[in-house]
């Protein structure tokens, strides 16, 4: 049974930093591209970035481009959010998601419907 837990959430002050992991069980993930999404009330789930299975290529949203940086442990099967220079517009509940195609060739999708296997989410709220 494959799982998705994440970890890390949490209430911080704007300007602070959180590390946001997802650890994955019941299969290995390795030749998947990996993403986190977020999403705040009210608000349709958005893409924040991620991050492919070969070669390790990164793609963020513009709004956390050059605060967010994701990265991944293989050996681990677990996928990292570090969130530097947290604004308020950032609280939202943050999940983690799988390719629904392993080794996927090309782009990486923005298209939450592309991705089969999501974490519960975790709470981020940032207060101003």
């Known amino acids: 049974q494959v799982q998705l837990v994440e970890f890390g959430g949490g209430l911080v002050q704007a300007g602070d930093s959180l590390r946001l992991s997802c650890a994955a069980s019941g299969r290995t993930f390795s030749s998947y591209n990996m993403a986190w999404f977020r999403q705040a009330p009210g608000k349709e789930r958005e893409f924040v970035g991620g991050?492919?299975?070969?070669?390790?290529?990164?793609y963020y949203a513009d709004s956390v481009k050059g605060r967010f940086t994701i990265s991944r442990d293989n050996a681990k099967n677990t996928v990292y959010l570090q969130m530097n220079s947290l604004k308020p517009e950032d609280t939202a509940v943050y999940y983690c998601?799988?390719?629904?195609?392993?080794?996927?060739?090309?782009?990486?999708?923005?298209?939450?419907?592309?991705?089969?296997?999501w974490g519960q989410g975790t709470q981020v709220t940032v207060s101003s």
């Open positions: 991050i492919r299975w070969s070669g390790g290529s990164t």
């Open positions: 998601a799988v390719d629904r195609v392993g080794q996927r060739f090309g782009v990486l999708s923005y298209e939450s419907h592309e991705y089969n296997y």
